[in-house]
């Protein structure tokens, strides 16, 4: 990484608050992920691109943007990133899944803030992010109350465009969302200088379903019995699709599809066949947050989902285009991201519906409901999530946490008690 350093200095970057932040990675990625017994050599791919998220993708960034080009910083599912695409734009996810930043974030922000806005505002704010430091421009959206607000702060930092989200899904919530997405484009083409047009626009639309595609093979894969991926493993291909360059990771979940299709058809599995399924449901875990898998994993069970924005709420299928022009193609762009069922949205029994499917498809034995410390819209929907499965005697376990490591062993004897209640 010390061959980048030069690089980040030229993003104006804090290089001690960042080598602080990227000193735990190697270790913690040792223990997790690397000691893992019987993983897929495909992996290699997905090993590779986190050692490297902050060195080689700058530098892909940072050389896009020494040619012209403009980089959109980003958190929500529902930023449409097929626009930002098409107009020869990249969108990138900012850091927001690492504790370190979070006191730096407490000077201004609310102690009663989720530890996601926390985390990605303190790395604004102390320059250690080389994702927030290559944007050109930051796009929040109206989601949670938290959010709406850091959006109008971080305008102080950084020039910041807001897409208002609606919090229903009725005609005219997706019309108002529709303007919301030509209002988008509108701005797009403002930074890049560059039109968006229908040619454009289908060619970033079949990219991304293609992405979106292998993915969902790769969730699909995941319903064998016995499952050919850990948890943890499979995990780390939504957190890369907010990131990685979409063909490049489309091409590698596809290879790593490719090989776990012939240890389906073999029978072989990352565990024994009968080892309890859980599907984790909630809040998203962003790059590098990998604090919950690995300890129902180490303790016999499997993580076989999630539910989450870093998951299955990412699985919304084609985007079908019904008749010519922009309008058509922004339209069905809407169509689409509305099938992904955020808790901001009221009444959002669709959401719950899913996680009943899921665990239908997943054969899952038990749920983990996820939710990240404050984050109101989760945590009270949980009551609705335990209802639903308690009426199909499906146990759900409810977490809340944050970033930090206060709380494993009181997290971890929750879960070791909940697994042995499974097992029963
Ligand atoms: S579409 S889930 S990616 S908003 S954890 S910041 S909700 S207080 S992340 Fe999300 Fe878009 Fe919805 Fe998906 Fe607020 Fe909760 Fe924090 Fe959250």
């Not at 090993?47 to 012209?68: C, M, T, Y």
């Not at 699909?220 to 016995?226: F, G, Q």
């Not at 991926?229 to 907010?242: E, K, N, R």
């Amino acid at each position: 990484m010390s061959n980048y350093e030069q690089m980040w200095t030229d993003l104006s970057m804090d290089l001690e608050r960042h080598n602080a932040a990227l000193a735990p990675l190697p270790d913690m990625y040792q223990s997790i992920f690397l000691s893992q017994k019987n993983r897929p050599k495909a992996m290699s791919y997905f090993d590779w691109f986190v050692s490297e998220a902050h060195g080689q993708r700058i530098k892909e960034l940072v050389d896009h943007r020494a040619k012209g080009g403009k980089v959109f910083g980003y958190f929500c599912a529902y930023i449409p990133e097929e626009i930002v695409i098409a107009a020869d734009g990249v969108a990138a996810g900012l850091c927001a899944g690492e504790e370190i930043s979070i006191s730096t974030a407490d000077q201004i922000l609310p102690r009663n803030t989720c530890p996601l806005i926390k985390s990605a505002f303190g790395f604004k704010l102390e320059r250690s992010s080389p994702f927030f430091q290559s944007s050109d421009l930051i796009v929040g959206e109206t989601t949670c109350d938290g959010k709406k607000k850091t959006w109008e702060l971080l305008a102080d930092y950084a020039p910041v465009h807001v897409m208002e989200l609606p919090q229903r899904r009725d005609e005219k919530d997706k019309e108002l969302w529709i303007s919301e997405l030509f209002a988008f484009k509108d701005k797009i083409e403002e930074v890049t200088g560059n039109k968006v047009t229908e040619e454009k626009l289908a060619e970033a639309i079949s990219l991304l379903d293609a992405r979106r595609a292998a993915l969902k093979r790769l969730y699909d894969l995941r319903k064998a019995d016995p499952v050919p991926i850990s948890g943890v493993d499979a995990l780390l291909a939504p957190q890369l699709y907010y990131d990685d360059d979409p063909s490049r990771l489309t091409t590698n979940i596809n290879a790593l599809c490719n090989e776990l299709e012939i240890r389906v058809k073999e029978k072989v599995g990352v565990v024994p066949s009968g080892t309890p399924r859980i599907l984790i449901a909630g809040c998203p875990m962003v790059l590098p947050y990998w604090k919950v898998h690995p300890i129902i994993e180490n303790r016999g069970a499997v993580v076989v989902c999630e539910e989450s924005c870093v998951g299955s709420r990412l699985l919304t299928g084609d985007t079908i285009v019904k008749g010519q022009g922009l309008e058509a193609q922004i339209a069905a762009i809407a169509e689409r991201q509305l099938k992904t069922h955020c808790a901001c949205f009221t009444p959002n029994h669709e959401r719950i519906e899913d996680i009943l499917n899921l665990c239908w498809e997943y054969h899952v034995d038990g749920v983990v409901h996820f939710s990240l410390a404050f984050c109101q819209p989760y945590i009270m929907e949980a009551v609705k999530v335990k209802k639903a499965l308690e009426q199909r005697n499906i146990p759900m376990l409810e977490l809340e946490t944050d970033y930090g490591e206060g709380d494993i062993g009181q997290i971890t004897t929750r879960i070791e008690a909940f697994l042995e209640m499974i097992r029963k």
